[in-house]
């Protein structure tokens, strides 16, 4: 295996598996954050027939 | 909108919720189509390419599905007719939504099979019934006609030639799995099945990947046939062909296709599954972290586990010659002679198949809740009376599939037109529905409602032109270098037309229950025409 395939091979890993961790942390870790930062959400107006 | 009603079926978690979405999107071609994809197009330089369609094409679209499917669910509806209706605003869009029905009903009928093929081979290494005989220069034959026996190629009607088949008791059984599972529901079915059977997939796979990254080299009369270099082989940078540099791979066209394919299977937009999913969300629910965490678990077991399993395993005992093959070829007759060889391999075989069970369990119990919840909300009916019927659907055609077994031509026509090109027309038309009818700037609103996360403002530009543009290019490369080789074969294989006319008779059946359930919700002024704004929680309480 050459030193760019390990390259390629670390940094694919890497980024997914850092993709998951920073998923799951925020979705197991933090979940009572929504409610904090959207106690109040914004009113959709679905109005819109000319857009 | 005082009558409108809740929608009956909740998630009883958000976890769990991911981990549907992530078992129907992670399937067999994470372990086997994936490697093959890379491989082939480039080695390590092909994921380029795969991560920027991960980026650009997969999860926008992702998050598209949810957002429509959470949009319609606060209509109270849960099905693709009746939620591209509310998008849509047209009845053409309820009967467009057709699509979002017939691809999962189809897929099921032929997937439900290869699912079967899955546990009977783990059942066979469990009980140590594949047996290759001792001369090892035969395996891979015996191994390929092991494959064509169990599934039936040899003729048509072998599964149903009056003796008990092992193939056919195995299918019974998982047939009635799934329909158990379902008629239990969303939360106490799905979600609690997905959700210990996520894990457990995970534990198989990484059992696996111990195994084989501590092979070593086996037979030390084969230096190069190692570990290292079976690593190497999938993820050394090279080009394609042997023509030119690896950095050529990245200038032909055709490799950043492969790549975007793959993601888009892959992810297993343009099912119809990920928007009835999302339907059963609460307004306030995140769908932003929800989805991105559903696609990255996708890609932890394609790259991390799919990437380092498959063809280094086949490359250390067989070489480079073992590690073609296709899904099929590498799956069921190239990895079986490759646990004979391992050590402990009957073990780690049956962990293997039982893995790829439990894969395409996950995937084929989405495939059939979007129909169910069509049929209860559509006509009206109860729980078990859907069940009943989509079995009975789902029954006649497996068993047509099952039947006309002789070289899997009915398994690989309807994959062919309704497991690849009509799940690229459902993505376009969800795509365009979303981006240019629905309006991209209301979606990216929607869907920050509840947002623990921000959607990146390149979502709008990658749903409104990057997506549709990509879809549209697929689908004409499909029409021009394709169409004609598969009509050719519909009109000169009986058992192609037969396909065909399976796929128009479901069509057609769809399309007149689409008719009935229209009138039906505009008789009790649950027509999809939309309201001034979002009905509010009390509106839509019970």
Known sequence: ?51 | MANKSRPKEQWASRLGMIMAVAGSAVGLGNFLRFPGQATENGGGAFMIPYFCALIFLGIPICWAEWTMGKYGGQFGFNSCPAIFGVLGRRPVWRYLGVLGLLVPVVIYMYYVLIESWCLGYAWSYLVGSIDLGPDQSLWVGKSKEFFKDFVGMNFDGLMLDGKLHISVIVWAIVFALNFLLIYRGLSRGIERFCTWAMPVMAICAIAVLVRVLTLGTPDPSLPDQSVANGLGFMWNPKPVKDEGTWLSALAKPQVWMNAAGQIFFSLSVGFGVIINYASYLKRKDDIVLSGLTASATNEFFEVCLGGLITIPAAFVFLGAAGTVGGTFGLGFNTLPVVFLHMPAGRLFGFLWFFMLFLAAITSSLSMLQPAIAFLEEGLGIGRRASVAMLGMITLLGSLFVIYFSKDLVALTTLDDWVGTAMIVLLATVQVILFSWVFGANKGYRFASEGAQMRLPPLFKVAITYIAPLYLIAVLSLWCWNDLPEKLKQVRENEVALFSMCVIAGVLVFLLILINIAGKRWKAEERDTSPPDRLPTEQEVSP
């Not at chain 1, 998951?20 to 979705?27: A, G, I, M, P, T």
């Not at chain 1, 933090?30 to 679905?46: C, G, Q, R």
């Open chain 1, 1 to 51: 295996m050459t030193a760019s395939g390990w390259l390629f091979m670390l940094i694919s890993l890497l980024f997914v598996l850092g993709l998951n961790v920073f998923c799951f942390y925020k979705v197991l870790v933090k979940p009572a954050a929504v409610e904090e930062l959207h106690a109040a959400p914004p009113l959709i107006d679905t109005k819109d027939e000319g857009t």
